[in-house]
């Protein structure tokens, strides 16, 4: 049996990809959720986060899953995202991705979550956490 290349584990929540406008503020409703990563440009301040967080009025792309990679990864290692990116492109899956000092997260659209941890899996990843897809 091959041995397995990385291990990612699916969060359970669904999560949101929000824009705001670049002289905002960041919110307090962000901090309610168990993971949110946020950017801020010269153009937006962009917030991945729960979706249960959001107020009603935010502008955001809903109903994303998570895969985490299992880590910390040393930053020497090459071309984790662009494996994982390569293999979901050729099932016409696209992903957004967010990185962080110990790891990446790859965010899937829940729509398309089983086919991506079906994709991945005949890849020799290992997915961690299944039990609860929604």
């Not at 957004?96 to 941890?117: G, P, Q, R």
């Amino acid at each position: 049996m091959s041995e397995k290349i990385l291990t990612m584990k699916l969060l359970n929540e669904k999560f949101s990809v929000c824009r705001l406008n670049k002289n905002e503020q960041i919110p307090e409703w962000v901090k309610n959720s168990s993971f949110y990563s946020i950017s801020k440009t010269s153009d937006e301040l962009s917030i991945v986060c729960s979706q249960d967080s959001i107020p009603s009025n935010i502008k955001c792309e809903k109903d994303w899953r998570i895969l985490k990679v299992e880590g910390p990864l040393d930053f020497s290692l090459i071309g984790i995202i662009s494996s994982i990116s390569t293999i979901l492109a050729l099932k016409r899956i696209s992903i957004f991705a967010v990185s962080t000092y110990d790891t990446d997260y790859i965010l899937v659209k829940n729509k398309d979550i089983d086919n991506a941890i079906l994709a991945l899996s005949n890849e020799r990843y290992e997915i961690i956490n299944q039990e609860n897809l929604l």
